[in-house]
């Protein structure tokens, strides 16, 4: 008879917080705290201080709760641990002979109420005890807030901003701007960079000889990035990429993806490729600088050299040169490809994405395809012309 009244409390309990149970993404302080609460393990009076001190370790709480016969009567917390030690109680002793009273709520009181206990109790959380005392689980003002399933997120992104809004990738999945965008992006920067060689061409030809021969190289060979650098911090998609890096951010965090949060994301990311190109220039700077004959002592001060100033000059360009904090509708864009990511990227994304697919949902592909048709557009232009463009530049 005791375990069929048993089954029966149980389900009309169950059957009490079915009925209250909102939909999705609806839980209030007004829900009942049997929706948030979740599973604790129970010691007995007759158990040990040992035994006490062994399940505090794993309490979330910081508390576990004492049963005599099945019935909530008390608790051992970490702070009545530390006094029973610094007392120098017999550890062997009953926790039932060092227990105190700990606050608790009934399941189908409301998230509010609870919060109203730990609050007046100045404790971290409550045991939820059913009307016949039995501890049921465990609630704590973390648990309040909404733990509905969401997406998985990928474990690495990748992206980059282009002239129609933010591209993403996990490697075996992709989002945001199309694959035109991408090829346009391309273009874009064979654009700046070939207006950067013009200028170069320009300030040769009429500073050339006042550089110093033996630093000459170097200045000429930083031109052309920094005029590329000049040139996308005055256009619209240095805002577009401090989206991207933030959404990048938000989505590697596992942070919610909403406008305040992203606003609060870093701009500067260490896989940009700002931080790959400056390490580039670096490079080709300090081993073409010719300050001795021996190339090998040049390659080596090369290497030592950009290994230790290519990141930190990187960030410094990420956050005053290749970004800008972004408007609401570039912020906008970085949104919608971080969505539709993680839809696709729950979807079919989830396994580790093969080399291929990493190759083909990268961006460097197009890019590059966008960039070798501008060069070819404009070796054409100079054949027809007979202008000089600078692409001789690149043969």
Known sequence: ????????????????????????GSRTLASPVGLFMRATTCLAVEDSVVSGAAELRCASIGAVPITENGVFVGAITQELLGQIIGDDVNLNSSLGSVMRAYPSIEPYASAAEALRLVSSSCTSGLFVVDDRGHVVGVVSPSDLVSTDAKPE???????????????????????????????????????????????????????????????????????????LLILMRALPISGTHGAEHQVVHALERGEPLVPEVIRRMPRVHPRCGTNLAVAASIFLGM??????????LR??????????????????????LTTRTPNAKQLNSGLKAAHELLERHSSYGVATPTIFGRIWHSDALHVMLGSTLCYFLVLLLEMATGWKLGVELFK
């Open 287 to 296: 081993y073409s600088w010719n300050y001795t004959q021996d190339e090998k």
């Open 299 to 320: 390659l080596l001060v090369a290497v030592i050299t950009t290994a230790v100033l290519w990141k930190p000059i990187g960030n410094f360009l990420q956050q005053f």
């Open 153 to 227: 997120p990928p474990p690495m992104v990748g992206g980059m901003a282009t002239p129609f809004g933010v591209y993403l990738t996990s490697g075996s999945a992709s989002a945001g701007a199309t694959g035109f965008a991408l090829v346009a992006t391309g273009m874009s920067l064979f654009g700046l960079y070939l207006t950067g060689n013009l200028m170069t061409d320009r300030i040769e030809s009429a500073f050339g000889e006042a550089i110093p021969e033996v630093i000459r190289p170097t200045v000429l060979a930083v031109i052309p990035f920094a005029m």
């Open 1 to 24: 008879m005791g375990s069929s009244g048993g089954m029966l409390y149980a389900v009309t309990i169950n059957s009490v917080l079915t009925a209250t149970k909102p939909t999705k």
